[in-house]
T-cell receptor, first 113, second 113 residues
Framework: EAQVTQNPRYLITVTGKKLTVTCSQN?????MSWYRQDPGLGLRQIYY???????DKGDVPEGYKVSRKEKRNFPLILESPSPNQTSLYFC????????????FGSGTQLSVL | EDQVTQSPEALRLQEGESSSLNCSYT??????LFWYRQDPGKGPEFLFT???AGEEKEKERLKATLTKKESFLHITAPKPEDSATYLC??????????????FGKGTKLSVIP
């Protein structure tokens, strides 16, 4: 079964305390991406990766870092979280090309106090 | 800047009452348009990918169509289990190796028994 696993599901932290949200996939897909979802703003792309060691900015990359050292993992790093990064985060993975589709994780609800 | 506008924001239907959701887009060159379904507290779930004007795809009670300016998601004889938020996303042709995805804010569908 195609699966994208994010951890943790819920996270409460304080301003400035570095954190990492993990994302792994079991489908061997080349493409992975991160999104944040905020009320009234919809899903916005943060970063994406076309393959190992290949990453690029989405619409809202400020304050975030990513790395893609291996195909199955794509962690999202907040070096110094701020309250405006409180949001619901989703990781996705998929194959591009004909009939492409993305598989999304269950989400990480982050609160930065 | 790529833009995706979904309407209506919310839609209440009686069970069996067919209707359509709209997704209008403005992109420099459309590479693909995607429909996803999102249930509360969960990640989006893939429904359809459309690539060219005139293309149509169907799945159970859902049918997606695409023109040069908009896409419609037609729901025929909906059931309460079709209640969800439906998201539209577009991907435009851009630089080599680029894959930015822009989502609309979604239409929240409620189907009343």
């Amino acid at each position: 079964e195609a699966q994208v696993t994010q951890n943790p599901r819920y996270l409460i932290t304080v301003t400035g305390k570095k954190l990492t949200v993990t994302c792994s996939q079991n489908m061997n897909h080349e493409y992975m991406s991160w999104y944040r979802q905020d009320p009234g703003l919809g899903l916005r792309q943060i970063y994406y990766s076309m393959n190992v060691e290949v990453t690029d900015k989405g619409d809202v990359p400020e304050g975030y870092k990513v790395s893609r050292k291996e195909k199955r993992n794509f962690p999202l790093i907040l070096e110094s979280p701020s309250p405006n990064q409180t949001s619901l985060y989703f990781c996705a993975a998929g194959e591009l090309g004909q009939d492409e589709k993305l598989f999304f994780g269950s989400g990480t609800q982050l609160s930065v106090l | 800047e790529d833009q995706v506008t979904q309407s209506p924001e919310a839609l209440r239907l009686q069970e069996g009452e067919s209707s359509s959701l709209n997704c209008s887009y403005t992109v420099s060159g459309l590479r693909g348009l995607f429909w996803y379904r999102q249930d509360p507290g969960k990640g989006p779930e893939f429904l359809f990918t459309l690539y060219s004007a005139g293309e149509e795809k169907e799945k159970e009670r859902l049918k997606a169509t695409l023109t040069k300016k908009e896409s419609f998601l037609h729901i025929t004889a909906p059931k309460p289990e079709d209640s969800a938020t439906y998201l539209c996303a577009v991907q435009a042709y851009s630089g080599a190796g680029s894959y930015q995805l822009t989502f609309g804010k979604g239409t929240k569908l409620s189907v009343i028994p």
